[in-house]
């Protein structure tokens, strides 16, 4: 079949990436369209399209492309509500890449009465740049009702900080403890006395 006649409905394009999403091999999406249509001459397509459509459309987005394009927010009214309650202090964490993908994802996370973590929000991203944070950033305070928080907990990225300052410049920004504390090992390995060192800086932070 030559290829200018070869084509993918949107239905077919749908299930592609449905099938995809569940982690459905190509063979076997194939296949499922071969057993409907009835044949491998009843179709419009070959195998290799549907494995084209995977790579060039479901996996891969352009890194030119704008923030807003590669960028998903996701906060349900659960958390707009916990937020109103529990959204003095955020930690925002990057730490999570989904390997499939190669997308950052990022979590809004609040600590409720019980001291127990609440989340305020998701989102994944392409890259940890500067202007995808920003968009991230205004995202999440517009579903917030535009309230930002007292306080930001991050990691040290210059990107993320240099985001908040523009979008958050009210905002008290800290870096978490977690970060500080996994670096300290490799900063004071050289000391006889590192290990009570260590353990003086845990009790003093």
């Known amino acids: 079949m030559l290829k200018q006649h070869r084509e993918l409905s949107m239905s077919i394009r749908r299930t592609i990436e449905n099938n995809e999403e569940a982690g459905i091999r190509p063979s076997k999406t194939y296949q499922s369209f071969v057993a409907a249509a009835g044949g491998h001459r009843e179709l419009h397509f070959i195998e290799k399209d549907v494995r084209n459509y995977i790579t060039r459309e479901v996996r891969n987005v352009s890194e030119q492309e704008d923030a807003k394009e590669f960028g998903k927010y996701l906060a349900d009214a659960r958390s707009r509500a916990a937020f109103e309650y529990f959204g003095d202090v955020i ?24 001291g127990q973590s609440t989340l305020l929000g998701c989102s994944l991203m392409k890259n940890e740049e500067i202007e995808s ?10 579903c917030m009702g535009g309230n930002a928080p007292k306080g930001f907990l991050t990691d040290q990225c210059a990107s993320m900080k240099r985001a908040l300052e ?28 590192h290990a009570d060192i260590e353990q003086e800086m845990s009790h003093v932070v």
């Open 91 to 114: 930690s925002f964490d990057t730490t999570y890449n989904t390997n499939r993908y190669n997308l950052v994802c990022g979590s809004f996370v609040g600590v409720n009465h019980h």
């Open 166 to 193: 523009a979008c958050m410049p009210t905002t008290v920004h800290r870096w978490c403890i977690w970060h500080i504390m996994k670096k300290i090992p490799s900063k004071l390995n050289g000391y006889k006395g």
């Open 133 to 142: 944070f920003k968009w991230l950033f205004q995202c999440w305070l517009r």
